[in-house]
């Protein structure tokens, strides 16, 4: 299937490793430009010469924190100065720590508003504009199966990446008139570093093993197994594309059937 990607510039936020670099490399793939950011320099520009040598697909990698304005900024000024154009943009950022509602004060809920919620703002803001006067754009915010169906122990994640969701949806129908589709990804229980320091926290606070949590998870999990980020990234390829021009507002779970909800 020819997905349209050619040509196509994408901006691809917290791609030096797990979900953000399968995103970007399946981007890549399909022959799309990609720009990465990420906190972590030398891990960065390790994925930037790996996703180039494999695709020869041009690809800029951009040390920044999605959590701080001036930063997302700069990644956004630095595509543009590159590319002249953001077709696609995928906000993604690691997720806010563990924890119950009484484990964390305000600093804390302040730090995770910047990184799962205020990044999202920031990066639509950037790209938005060019998008409208070019009639075409691709908007896909990496969020979490928690906004159906909340994980335990994930107070920040769950109510800020369902603010992100309410955002999305709202924005989708604001822009749809200009070509540009808004949609969230979530990802369920997938092999990546993530998912390993999750499974830590978890243990600690109920007294087992990483081990046992893991396998906790993939015994509630129809397909009986985690995830691979390349089989998340497949979607995300996908709904960037043309192929996908009519589907927006939409929350599509990659997740082996673990949300048990109907819709």
Sequence with gaps: MNLGLEGKVALVAAASRGLGRAIAEE????????????????????????????????????????????????????????????????????????GPFESHGAEAWESAFRLTLESVVNLCRGVLPGMKERRWGRILNVTSI????????????????????????????????????????????????????????TAKATGSTPDVMRAKWEAQIPMGRLGEPREFAALAAFLASDRASYITAQNVAVDGGWIRGLV
Excluded: W
């Design 146 to 201: 928690a906004v159906k169906q909340p994980v335990d122990n994930l107070m920040l994640s769950n109510s800020l990446r369902a603010a992100v969701t309410g955002f999305a949806r709202t924005l989708a129908n604001e822009v749809a008139p200009y070509g540009i589709t808004v949609n969230n990804l979530l990802p369920g229980y997938t092999r990546t570093e993530r998912v390993e320091q999750l499974a830590a926290a």
């Design 27 to 98: 981007l890549s793939a399909e022959g799309a430009s990609v720009v990465i950011c990420a906190r972590g320099e030398d891990e960065l520009e390790k994925t930037r010469a790996a996703i180039a040598a494999k695709t020869s697909v041009p690809v800029v990698a951009v040390k920044a924190d999605v959590s701080k304005a001036d930063d997302v900024n700069a990644v956004i000024h630095k595509a543009l100065d590159v590319f002249q154009r953001i077709d696609i943009v995928v906000t993604n950022a690691g997720g806010p720590p563990a």
